[in-house]
């Protein structure tokens, strides 16, 4: 199968690559996927308590280019973004962004589903700290 | 002087030898007479390439040139021994036994048979990719007509005992059909060392060209009879009518020559290859899972799984260099490869997997550079891998709670 250009630009030059310290309080932490489907991917926020905005965001991923370039994009597009604004990104968007096929919008809808995970986990850390 | 893409897929298909082409050329110009054409140099000329075709395959496997039935390749050699002998033996019995790791030209002929009322077993393979010859032998019934297990798997290689089910097909009075497609110019194939009664084989994976095969039906010892699954004009003893491809028939006799002078020391030089690529990787990664016995193996054939890597992701990497992976996000199915799901070692080895198929036109030098770029893109992932990270900080992935989705 062809790739697009996006995809492997991700590929080759993935952006946000690594962890951020998990018990951090202002660090969300997202786990999804499973290694016996194929695809596991980590997505890490930190959230500017103050501001409410995503300072730092970083990923790693087990899955085909797809899911790894969907991953980096969501990094990319999370920084910036406010805790609210971040959970407003579909997996639509990044299918449009990195013109994935039908059969990889599974990999995108892993990406949106750890962008989920790791706000909530962030959330339910804030909540158990005041 | 390296060329890319580095082709390193020789179980998929292999690259036409030039002296299979060169022998082909003058039968698609000059001498492109119909091989049944009984009254003209035309056909004479044909034919004479078809007979002189025929004993070069069947000198490759120890048979009489009466015993090879050409056919369009593997699939249907497959299909034709299967439904062949399954019709024609229906009466004496509906019973077939099969394993789970066969191509999928044996394993739907199959399902379509039990559809048709037959009873088929799928032995199980062990750990290293074999069927074991006691469940076999257990398996086998008063109703049981055909036994038909692979000589050597496509994607781990392995090679199956033939000589002992043949020895027990024998004993029981049962029919033995083997698809020795990816076995037969490679490795030493004898239909009657092995008590083979019916052996697929295609050209195009003994660099010779593609859509052309031969099913060896025996004819002595006893004597196999098959119903046809293509009618018309009695080509090929009745057993598969249609013009004959002259042309591929001439190649893959070329073919089946070159392999039987040859394959004594290529099959050498296939395997110093394949183990230095092995020992490259292992030199510098780890986490290597080998996928089938190493003991028991097609000289060319390497299958690893690099753990905590996705095979896709890995294929895309290394992508100056034509392999295949088991992973499923590599299959139209999204289904990671069953041959290795029937190892029983997990889904996620199986996701991680690389078959590389060595062929006679590879090179050391093509080795070294295949075993480097692996190491890097491979280190590379793993700094990437979640699983990677997680196992390297002590978490035991198989005790973790994972969300599926
Ligand atoms: C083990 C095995 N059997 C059958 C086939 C089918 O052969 P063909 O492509 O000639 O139909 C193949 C090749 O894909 C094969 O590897
Ligand atoms: S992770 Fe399997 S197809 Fe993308």
Aim: proline share 4%.
């Amino acid at each position: 199968m062809a790739y697009s250009e996006k995809v492997v630009d991700h590929f080759n030059n993935p952006r946000n690559v690594g962890s951020l310290p998990k018990q951090d309080p202002t660090v969300g932490t997202g786990l999804v996927g499973a290694p016996e489907c194929g695809d596991v991917m980590k997505l890490q926020v930190k959230v500017n308590p103050e501001t409410g905005v995503i300072d730092e965001a970083k990923f790693k991923t087990f899955g085909c280019g797809s899911a790894i370039a969907s991953s980096s994009l969501a990094t990319e597009w999370l920084k910036g973004k406010t805790v609210d604004q971040a959970l407003a990104i579909k997996n639509t968007d990044i299918v449009a962004e990195l013109a994935l096929p039908p059969v990889k919008i599974h990999c995108s809808v892993l990406a949106e589903d750890a962008i989920k995970a790791a706000i909530a986990d962030y959330k339910k850390k804030q909540q158990a700290g005041q | 002087m390296l060329k890319f893409p580095i082709y390193f897929d020789n179980h998929a298909t292999s690259p036409v030898d030039p002296r299979v082409l060169e022998a082909m050329l003058p039968y698609f110009t000059e001498r492109f007479g119909n091989a049944a054409s009984r009254n003209h140099k035309y056909g004479w000329e044909a034919e004479e390439a078809v007979e002189q075709a025929r004993k070069q395959i069947a000198d490759l496997i120890g048979a009489s040139p009466k015993e090879i039935v050409f056919t369009s390749g593997a699939t249907e050699s497959d299909n034709l021994a299967i439904r062949g002998a399954a019709y024609m033996y229906r009466e004496k019995g509906d019973h077939i036994i099969t394993a789970v790791t066969e191509h999928k030209a044996v394993i739907d002929t199959c399902k379509r048979l039990e559809k048709e009322g037959f009873r088929v077993t799928y032995l199980p393979v062990k750990k290293d990719g074999l069927v074991d010859l006691g469940q076999l032998r257990a398996a086998i019934t008063e109703k049981t007509v055909l036994i038909t297990i692979m000589t050597a798997n496509n994607e781990i290689g392995v090679l199956q005992p033939i000589a002992e089910i043949g020895a027990i097909a024998k004993e029981k009075g049962v029919l033995f059909h083997t698809d020795a497609v990816q076995a037969v110019g490679k490795v030493p194939f004898d239909v009657n060392a092995l008590n083979v009664h019916m052996a697929s084989i295609t050209a195009h994976k003994m660099y010779g060209p593609k859509g052309i095969g031969a099913l060896y039906v025996r004819r002595r010892n006893p004597r196999v009879l098959l119903t046809p699954i293509i009618e018309g004009g009695g080509h090929e003893r009745g057993m598969r009518s249609g013009t004959l491809n002259v042309p591929g028939i001439v190649g893959f006799g070329k073919a089946a020559e070159i392999c039987r002078l040859e394959m004594a020391a290529e099959s050498v030089r296939m395997q110093a290859l394949r183990d230095r690529l092995n020992r490259k990787l292992h030199e510098r990664l780890d986490e290597l899972y080998i996928n089938g016995s190493m003991d028991h193996r097609l000289p060319g054939n390497l299958n690893i799984s690099f753990a905590y890597v996705e095979g896709e992701s890995l294929l895309m990497g290394i992508n100056d260099v034509a392999v295949s992976s088991g992973s499923a996000c590599t299959s139209a199915s999204l289904e990671p490869s069953y041959v290795l799901k029937a190892l029983g070692a997990g889904d996620e080895l199986a996701h991680s997997s690389i078959r590389f198929g060595l062929g006679r036109f590879n090179t050391e030098e093509e080795v070294d550079y295949v075993a480097d770029k692996l190491v890097s893109v491979v280190s590379k992932l793993r700094e990437m891998s979640p699983l990677y990270e997680m196992v390297k900080d002590g978490v035991d992935l198989s005790k973790m709670q994972w969300s599926a989705h």
